[in-house]
């Protein structure tokens, strides 16, 4: 098994759909096929603008022929383990590649980094890793506990030589417990909301410091809904309560709904803010899914 690094970008010509599936030409199979129960980090190049660098990982599951194109195959995605970076990290961070293993002798880069499927070496994996999940000024909480850094349990020195393989697989494994996946989950989503509740619109962090909104998953977790940014949306206690028993939602064109079976309707808009539509995220590509926002009108919202 063999860490590697899929190249995506959100405009891609391929048939890819990160959390689930990565679609590559024949030459690269023997390359993905290493990968096969392994994790692999996406990179999005820097000549997309606003390129979000190292930006995620997933494991591979397996790989398949695509049925509808020849020549062309499918690295399958397993279920659940596609988890966003708090930080997305860049191709260069001003001290030079994060991804060291793509200088040549000569110390420049070399042709390997135009490789859409490409190996990474634990020690590079485990950099990104770390700077992916960096959280140097946690935002707390609304209620519970201290939200630790997640990487501080697994934090490894660079110069442990002796065993790293076996810690950065036992360091990512903890990326499939729920506990680190909610934690992720909720930084993310919060960064590309700004910490605004989309339904109220209000930004508020208490005196302790924590964050008066919280991270809600359209789809939830407990009907296969992924952690990804686009199954997210930042929701103020009250507005997460009514959205998660249905009784406020979105539609397509993220206009909030209201239930007709609420009791309070004139209480409720009161709640929402003035325009009547979600408060999107900073970035456009962050916005919810429609077949999330779908799948929780069909399923929770009542109409």
């Keep these: 098994m063999t860490?590697?690094?899929?190249?995506h970008r959100a405009d891609s010509v391929y048939d890819d759909s990160p959390a689930s599936q990565y679609q590559f030409p024949k030459p690269y199979l023997q390359r993905a096929l290493a990968t096969?129960?392994?994790?692999?980090?996406?990179?999005?190049?820097?000549?997309?603008?606003?390129?979000?660098?190292y930006y995620a990982i997933a494991r591979v599951a397996k790989i398949v022929p695509d049925p509808t194109v020849a020549n062309m195959y499918l690295a399958l995605i397993e279920p659940g383990s596609?988890?966003?970076?708090?930080?997305?990290?860049?191709?260069?961070d001003g001290n030079g590649l994060v991804e060291a293993?793509?200088?040549?002798?000569?110390?420049?880069?070399?042709?390997?980094?135009?490789?859409?499927?490409?190996?990474?070496s634990?020690?590079?994996?485990d950099r990104i890793l770390t700077r992916g999940l960096a959280d140097d000024q946690p935002l707390l909480p609304r209620i519970g506990a201290v939200d630790l850094p997640?990487?501080?349990?697994?934090?490894?020195?660079?110069?442990?030589?002796?065993?790293?393989?076996?810690?950065?697989?036992?360091?990512?494994?903890?990326?499939?417990?729920?506990?680190?996946?909610?934690?992720?989950?909720?930084r993310v989503v919060l960064r590309a909301y700004g910490e605004r509740c989309a339904v109220t619109g209000l930004k508020l962090i208490n005196g302790g410091g924590r964050a008066e909104v919280a991270a809600a998953h359209i789809r939830p977790v407990e009907?296969?809904?992924?952690?990804?940014?686009?199954?997210?949306?930042?929701?103020?206690?009250?507005?997460?309560w009514m959205f998660d028993r249905g009784l406020i939602g979105f539609n397509d064109d993220?206009?909030?709904?209201?239930?007709?079976?609420?009791?309070?309707?004139d209480g409720v808009e009161s709640l929402i803010n003035k325009t009547g539509k979600m408060i999107g995220p900073l970035a456009a590509r962050d916005r919810p899914h429609p077949a999330f926002l779908n799948w929780h009108r069909e399923n929770c919202f009542k109409a």
């Design 101 to 120: 293993g793509l200088l040549n002798e000569q110390g420049r880069v070399s042709g390997r980094a135009q490789a859409a499927v490409r190996p990474i």
């Design 36 to 53: 096969v129960g392994d994790w692999i980090v996406y990179y999005e190049p820097v000549k997309v603008r606003g390129s979000k660098g």
């Design 82 to 92: 596609y988890l966003e970076f708090p930080n997305p990290v860049p191709f260069d």
């Design 223 to 240: 009907h296969n809904g992924p952690d990804i940014i686009n199954n997210g949306v930042a929701l103020s206690g009250t507005a997460h």
């Design 122 to 125: 634990p020690k590079d994996f």
């Design 3 to 7: 860490f590697g690094v899929f190249i």
């Design 254 to 265: 993220l206009d909030i709904i209201i239930s007709r079976q609420v009791n309070d309707r």
């Design 150 to 186: 997640v990487e501080m349990p697994f934090q490894l020195d660079e110069g442990q030589a002796p065993f790293a393989f076996e810690q950065e697989r036992e360091r990512v494994a903890a990326m499939t417990t729920r506990v680190v996946r909610d934690r992720v989950f909720r």
